[in-house]
C-alpha cells in the first residue's frame, strides 16, 4: 500500500510538471496577498517531489526483494553458528529472519512467535510464515506461535539464540518495550546470544540488558547514517543493531 500510495504521488507530480511543461499552463501559482502577488512555482515542486517519491517507491520494491536478504545474510553472520542451535524469532513476522536463521541449522531448530498484526506488515499471519519457509526449504526445522513478546511462553534459558528484526519498536510504550527485552534475557540461555536489530529505543534495549546480566558486545550500524536519518526523520529513524551475549 506505500509503494502503490508513493508511485500515486509520484505519478500526480509528473502529471502536474508535465503539462506545464508542454505549456498547457504557466506551472505557477499567484496568491494575491494584501495587494502583492506572490508566485508558488508549483510544478517545479511537483517534479522534485514526483523524482522523491518514485525513488523511494522504487527502493522499497528493491529493498523487499534484494536489499532485505542481503541485509538479513550481513546480520546472521554476526552470530557464530554451529548449526544445532535452538533459535527464537521474536516478532517474525512473514519469516525473513526465521528463514535465514534456519538455513544455518542441521540439528537445530527455529521458533516464531508474532501477534499477527496486519496494520504493522501487511499479509502478516502464520501461513503466510510457513509458506515462505516451505518455498526456502526449511519448513522441518521451523515452527510458530501466536504469542505475545511481552509474555514469551518458554522456559528460563530456553534458546542459545535470539533474534529480532523492526518489531520491539511497535510497542509504543517504554515499559512494554522493556519488558520485552527482560523477557528475551530470561529466555535466553547463560552464554547464548540475542541480535536485535530495530529503527529507534536501541539505547533502552541496550541498558535493560545489562539490567539483566547480559552485555552488549557490539553495537552496528553507521552513527553517521544513524545521526542523519534521525535529523531529516525529527527523531524517528535512528536504526542500529545490538549484539548481546548472556552471562554464562
Known sequence: MVVRNLLLVGGIGFLVWGSAALGLWSGDIVVPVSGVKIHFTLAT?????????????????????????????????????????????????????????????????????DIWQAEDL????????????????????????????????????????IVSCAAIHNLYVREDRAKTIREVARVLKPGGQALIADIRHLRQYAATFRER??????????????????????????????IVRKAA
Open 213 to 242: 546480566g547480559c552485555a552488549v558486545e557490539r553495537r552496528i550500524g553507521s552513527r553517521i547514517v544513524t545521526v542523519l536519518l534521525a535529523l531529516i526523520t525529527i527523531g524517528a529513524l535512528r536504526p542500529a543493531t545490538l
Open 122 to 161: 501487511s499479509g502478516n499471519r502464520p501461513e503466510a510464515t510457513l509458506n515462505n519457509a516451505q518455498r526456502e526449504g526449511v519448513a522441518n526445522r521451523i515452527e510458530v506461535k501466536t504469542a505475545d513478546m511481552r509474555q514469551i511462553p518458554f522456559p528460563d534459558g530456553t534458546f542459545d539464540v
Open 45 to 113: 515542486s511537483a517534479l522534485w517531489t514526483a523524482i522523491g517519491c518514485t525513488a523511494m517507491a522504487l527502493w522499497m520494491v528493491w529493498d523487499s526483494k534484494i536489499g532485505k536478504v542481503r541485509s538479513r545474510e550481513r546480520l546472521l553472520d554476526e552470530i557464530r553458528w554451529t548449526g544445532s542451535e535452538r533459535v527464537l524469532d521474536v516478532g517474525c513476522g512473514r519469516g525473513l529472519m526465521l528463514i535465514g536463521a534456519a538455513k544455518r541449522l542441521t540439528s537445530g531448530t527455529a521458533t516464531g512467535i
